[in-house]
């Protein structure tokens, strides 16, 4: 079942329990898909991957809206947008903590350095191995520097 199928029977789920959070935030999440979907000259179909990049931007704009909120004096509108952003973070895959992070990065360089010497020619494609495996669930500059720092 695809991350997309998943969020169309969870919110059915959450409309027959009556969870009006939850079946707001994910028609509207269902709503951003489709008209991501649908713009542009050729239609697309998102893939997983899309569809958490969509989900990740939307954690974000709920915790920023918290924080201005908050920053407002609006308490009521920060805690709805935090309760949001953490039920749509349940969507998302779990984070990776630095040690997770540093064993993908040393398996995969040596599974390179198994081939040749490794020199910073091979950064990209390091780098696109690594990218491949961690998606979004590391910070992108301390992965490039794990990269980096394995081959210099």
């Known amino acids: 079942m695809t991350l997309k199928e998943r969020l169309h029977e969870d919110s059915i789920t959450h409309l027959k329990a009556g969870n009006e959070m939850e079946k707001t935030t994910l028609r509207n999440i269902i709503s951003t898909i489709g008209t991501r979907e649908k713009s542009g000259k050729n239609p697309t179909e998102l893939s997983d991957q899309d569809v958490e990049n969509l989900l990740r931007k939307e954690v974000a704009n709920r915790e920023e809206t918290a924080a201005l909120a908050a ?22 895959p779990k984070m990776l ?40 669930r590391f910070d992108g500059k301390a992965v490039s520097q794990m990269v980096r720092a394995k081959l210099g």
Do not use: C, P, W
């Not at 920053?71 to 349940?90: C, N, P, Q, V, Y």
């Not at 903590?97 to 350095?113: K, N, P, Y």
């Open 71 to 92: 920053k407002d004096g609006r308490a009521d509108l920060a805690e709805r947008e935090l309760a949001e952003a953490a039920f749509i973070s349940t969507y998302l």
């Open 97 to 136: 903590d630095e040690t997770e992070a540093q064993g993908i990065v040393d398996r995969i360089m040596a599974e390179l350095a198994a081939d040749h010497e490794l020199t910073m020619k091979d950064m990209g494609n390091a780098m696109k191995l690594v990218g491949a495996e961690i998606a979004g």
